[in-house]
Each structure stands twice: as structure tokens, then as C-alpha cells.
């Protein structure tokens, strides 16, 4: 950007140069090169002879003008012990030099042979502005168009990273939760603010963290808490910059970005979305001389080759840490892999506070309860839900947040924002009401379940209703017969349709797909099938890899397929047939729910436990 800059500011100043002297010598040419002579008539000649008393000798050059009749006269005049000449164009030679005769005989006057003026000479001074502003022109052109080529070709394989404002500087205090993570990477923090403490020891600075999580959970901050807490530089790039079209480029930005690193050493390298260039190598199509695997060997030899990065430590961030090259997850390349979890509830309720910081919040707000229900948030999940709230609040001309802005701006996160204003028939919310009321029913019957929060038939997203759990607890591992109850309750609104309106719709498809989903991922990913045993079927990371996916098959053969097919749907019809007894056994609090569900559209889960205990 400088350098630009610097470029276009001295085409400027060679611009005005250059106009500069052209115009002096348009000037010079157009006025005989500092002749000061001026047209004369008869009379001012008079008068001019008359004023001049030391006149010592008139020359006279006659000058061709069609008739001949115009010329030069040049007074020589003697002024004190100098002589100057005084140059005069004057109208007609042969009167002038009449007059000078008959009135002034004592001057001596000399006439010089005809001096022809040429049509060249006159034409000289225009012919040569227009070749100079022509030739400035194409000049500033040709520089213009090699400083920009130049600049471009300069900068092609220079890398794209920046470094971050030390004004902005991000601390541990400002990162909520994390607390394993925090001090797993407090060490870092050690060795950049006192290497001799480790070196003295034998401890090598590490080369390289890997920031591994879900998007979303903070790893970016995490990056640029290390950096504020060591006070050193943070150069941050993403992956996808490395690469280009053109082969070499990305190679060239990797060694830039490292030579731009040592420089100022100690100092941190975050590289974000790293799985953008450090995929495992010979899984394309096009083999293994592709721009992005130069690219990938590139910063493998940077991290740990024969050069020494000493003070240097790269750190990077990528949800997909499974289809990364292993020769950039050995140690000496990235010593660490850090995982970075999704809060839990305490983590939820801290970084609540901190995005609540500068709102407004009402006194109906119960920050615990909005931690309770966001279960599998991640930060940027509440920051983005605190936000909502505040928009929420603002289009309603509030003074503060309500606990109602936070849920309202939870619906319209988690599922969309709600279609009041759509009409819809008597038919179809009664429909959508039973349907609904046949989740809440199971969801409260079944202990595994997590209790009903809210329930609703107003149209919110692509769904025409939802009915909004509760969770008590964050949860690590999930049960087998977790897992079977969810399927239980995301068919019980298909079983309710069926047993109230000797009907089904097509409201259940998502419920549906989700149920399938489960019991697929029980029998070929996590064991549970009774018949097939504890085996995985498939691979996880299916179709990551087009080349690989083609030469290599699935490990299980036909009749296998057919045997997983069928335990799939056996479980599926196992769900189906619990959620239709349930409901059969609480086909009055289906038919009381679906009423009260129509005449408000909808209710809390107090509400709903309130039929139960009638």
C-alpha cells in the first residue's frame, strides 16, 4: 500500500515538472527567446525617438511580411558608462527610415540585408507543444501501466497476513469458560515471556498448537488471547489465501509469511481454516503435483525443515482435523492439538454475562435459565442470540431486554422467525396442534426426555408449529435408550395424526429423517444392534475424498445392506409403535392439550403439566 502510494505521488510530482518546462519553452519560442521588442506605429516611434536623448545608432533589419514594409530597429543608448539596445518591431522600414533622416540626421543608422522570416520558424513553437503534451502523455501511460504491472508481480507471491492492533488486544480475562484450554495454553504464554526457564531445562518451545472444535467456539480468540497475554506480534491469515491458481504462488506466500514472521520474532502465526491447504496429500483426482500440495510441502518444510524458526510458533484453527495430512499433525510440526469443547452450562452463563455486559437487561431476566436452554450453544451462538434480543428490543421501542425478547430471539435462531400474520385454516392448526401436543406428551411421559418448555402452532420458519424442551443437564455420552426415547418423541406427532385423524401429513417428514438418522447411526456407527453385534459399518469420513471414495468400497457386502436395512427399520417401527400406546394411554390430555393449544396458539410447559396433574 505504501509503495503505491510512493508511486503515484512521484508520477505527480513528474507530471507538474514536466508541464513546467514545457510551458517555459512554449514561452521562450513564442516570444523570440527573451526579445522584449514590441509593434510600433509611426507616432510611437516619434515619441520614442523624442524620449531617447543618448541615442548613439539605430540599426534597422527589414523584415519579409508580404510587402517587405516590416522590420526590426534596435536603439543603441548609452546609460551612464553602459550601453543597452532596445529592441522595436516596427510597421513600415522605408517611413522610419525617412523620418529618421529628415528629423535625426545626426544618429547613424545602419540597415542590415532583408532577413526572410519562414513559415517553419513561425510554425516551430506550436509543432513543438503539441510533440511534448503527446509524448507526456504516452510517458505517464507507460508508466502507469509498468507501476501497476510491477506492483502486481511484486506482490503476487507476497503473503496476505496481517497483523493484528496492539490497541485491540485480547487477554485470557476476556475469553469466558475454557478453563482446561486457558491453561493449556498458559504455557505457551510461559515460553514466549520467559524462554530461559524451559531452555534451561531442555524444553523446546513448542512449534505448533492446533486449535481443534466446532465452529464457533472461540478458537480465533483463544489465538488472539495468547498473543495479548505473551504482548508479542499476531500475524493471522487463512488458509485459502495460500492458494492460487498459478503454480508457485502459494509456496511463495508460505515462505514470505515466515521470512515477514522472523522478523518479528517472538511472534505468533495463526493460520485459520488450515484444512483449506494442509488436506491429505494424493487424494485428488489430479494426483499429487497440484498447487495446494506444493503449498502444503511448503509450509511442512517451514515448521520443521532445515531452517530454524527460532521464537516462531504457528497456530492454527480447523474443524475438520480428520481429513488433515499426517505429516502435519507429527510432533515437531504441531506439538499440540488443543480441542476446543462447546461450553457447558457454567460456560453458558459466563459468556452470557460478558455479552450482557453493555445491554440493558430487564429484572425478569434469569441469565442461569437462558444458560439452561441453549444447551449446545457456542459462543458465538449466545453472542448471536443476545444480539437478536437487542434488535428485538429496539424494534419495539423498549428501554431494556425482557426474558421475552431472549426467548422470541431464541425461537427465531434456533428455528425461525414467526409468521403471525399468516392465515391459516381451522383444519390445519387443530392438525398442527395434535401433532404437537403428541411430542409434548411423550416428552413429558418418558423420563429420558428433556421437560417441555414451550409449545407452539404459530408458523415459525418452514415449520408450521415446535414444541421447545428444557434441558436439566449438559450430557457427554448418550444411551441406548436415550436414543430409542428420542425417536419415540420425534414420532409422536406422526402417532397422534394417525390416531385422531385416521390420517398423517406431510408435517412429520423432518421428524421422520431425524428418527432414521438415529437408528442408522445405532446400528452401523455406535454398536447398538442386537443382531449385527457391536461392528461399525461404512466409513465415517465417506465421501471427503473423491479419488479415494473411487478406488476404494464399502466394507460390508450386499447382504450385510440388506440386514442393516432391516434392524434400521425394526427400530424405527419398535419407536413408532411405543409412541402410539403412550399416546392411546393419554388420549384425554391429547384431545384437552389440542384445545387449549388452538384457543392460544401457545403455551409454556407449566401449562402443560398443569392437564397432567388435572
Known amino acids: 500500500m505504501n509503495n503505491t502510494k510512493r508511486t503515484g505521488t512521484r508520477g505527480i510530482v513528474v507530471y507538474i515538472i514536466f508541464m513546467a518546462v514545457t510551458m517555459g519553452i512554449m514561452i521562450l519560442l513564442m516570444n523570440g527567446f527573451g526579445n522584449s521588442a514590441s509593434w510600433m506605429t509611426d507616432k510611437e ?9 543618448n541615442i548613439k545608432e539605430i540599426r534597422i533589419t527589414p523584415v519579409s511580411a508580404g510587402d517587405g514594409s516590416k522590420g ?57 507543444m503539441i510533440v511534448l503534451v503527446i509524448g507526456l502523455v504516452i510517458f505517464l501511460m507507460m508508466q502507469a501501466s509498468a507501476g501497476n504491472a510491477n506492483n502486481k508481480m511484486m506482490n503476487f507471491g507476497r503473503s496476505r497476513a496481517v497483523v493484528a492492533d496492539k490497541n485491540a488486544k ?10 482446561e484450554e486457558k491453561e493449556e495454553l498458559q504455557e505457551l504464554v510461559e515460553f514466549l515471556k520467559n524462554p530461559g526457564r524451559f531452555t534451561t531445562l531442555g524444553a523446546l518451545i513448542p512449534k505448533g498448537v492446533l486449535l481443534v472444535g466446532s465452529p ?10 495468547v498473543a495479548g497475554e505473551a504482548d508479542v506480534p499476531f500475524l493471522s491469515i487463512s488458509g485459502s489465501d495460500f492458494v492460487e491458481m498459478f503454480v508457485g504462488v502459494g509456496a511463495s506466500r508460505v515462505r514470505d509469511l515466515f521470512d515477514q514472521a522472523k522478523r518479528l520474532a517472538p511472534c505468533i502465526v495463526f493460520i485459520d481454516e488450515i484444512d483449506a ?72 452463563k459466563e459468556v452470557l454475562d460478558i455479552y450482557a455486559r453493555n445491554k440493558p437487561l430487564g429484572s425478569d431476566v434469569d441469565l442461569e435459565t437462558i444458560a439452561k436452554i441453549t444447551a449446545g ?36 435462531v434456533g428455528i425461525g422467525a414467526e409468521k403471525k400474520s399468516r392465515r391459516i385454516s381451522e383444519k390445519e392448526k387443530r392438525e398442527t396442534a395434535y401433532h404437537e401436543v403428541g411430542h409434548a406428551i411423550i416428552q413429558h411421559v418418558l423420563p429420558e426426555l428433556d421437560p417441555v418448555h414451550v409449545i407452539s402452532i404459530i408458523p415459525t420458519g418452514l415449520a408450521g408449529g415446535y414444541t421447545m424442551s428444557l434441558p436439566s443437564e449438559d450430557e457427554m455420552y448418550i444411551s441406548k435408550k436415550k436414543l430409542k426415547a428420542e425417536m419415540v418423541g420425534l414420532l409422536g406427532g406422526r402417532a397422534a395424526e394417525e390416531l385422531i385423524l385416521n390420517d398423517v401429513t406431510t408435517g412429520a417428514s423432518n421428524d421422520i429423517e431425524r428418527s432414521s438418522e438415529i437408528a442408522r447411526k445405532m446400528v452401523t456407527r455406535y454398536g447398538m444392534s442386537e443382531n449385527l453385534g457391536p461392528l461399525q459399518f461404512g466409513d465415517k469420513n465417506e465421501e471427503v475424498f473423491l479419488g479415494r471414495e473411487i478406488g476404494h468400497a464399502r466394507n460390508y457386502g450386499d447382504r450385510t445392506a440388506d440386514e442393516i436395512d432391516i434392524e434400521v427399520k425394526n427400530l424405527v417401527d419398535e419407536a413408532y409403535a411405543q409412541a402410539k400406546e403412550i399416546l392411546q394411554q393419554n388420549i384425554d390430555i391429547l384431545n384437552r392439550g389440542a384445545d387449549l393449544l388452538v384457543e392460544k396458539e401457545k403455551i409454556t410447559g407449566e401449562e402443560f403439566a398443569a392437564l397432567f396433574a388435572e
Open 45 to 53: 516611434a516619434e515619441e520614442c525617438l523624442a524620449a531617447e536623448q
Open 216 to 225: 464457533g467456539t472461540g478458537k480465533t480468540y483463544l489465538a488472539k488471547a
Open 170 to 179: 485480547v487477554t485470557f480475562n476476556d475469553v469466558a469458560g475454557s478453563y
Open 72 to 128: 526590426q530597429a534596435v536603439f543603441v543608448v548609452q546609460e551612464g558608462n553602459s550601453v543597452k539596445n532596445k529592441q522595436y518591431f516596427i510597421s513600415d522600414v522605408g517611413a522610419f527610415r525617412q523620418k529618421l533622416l529628415a528629423e535625426h540626421p545626426s544618429i547613424p543608422v545602419r540597415t542590415a540585408p532583408l532577413k526572410e522570416e519562414s513559415g517553419f520558424l513561425k510554425a516551430l513553437p506550436y509543432i513543438t
Open 377 to 412: 450453544f457456542t459462543p458465538a451462538d449466545l453472542k448471536n442470540l443476545m444480539n437478536e434480543a437487542a434488535i428485538l428490543a429496539a424494534r419495539n421501542a423498549a428501554a431494556f431486554i425482557s426474558m421475552a425478547d431472549i426467548q422470541a430471539s431464541l425461537i427465531r
Open 277 to 348: 491447504v494442509g488436506r491429505q496429500r494424493g487424494t485428488g483426482l489430479g494426483g499429487g503435483h497440484d498447487e495446494r500440495e506444493q503449498t502444503l510441502n511448503q509450509l511442512l518444510v517451514e515448521m520443521d525443515g532445515f531452517t530454524v524458526n527460532q521464537g516462531v510458533i504457528v497456530m492454527a484453527a480447523t474443524n475438520r482435523v480428520d481429513i488433515l495430512d499426517p505429516a502435519l499433525l507429527r510432533p515437531g510440526r504441531f506439538d499440540r492439538k488443543i480441542v476446543v469443547n462447546r461450553p457447558d452450562i457454567r460456560e453458558r
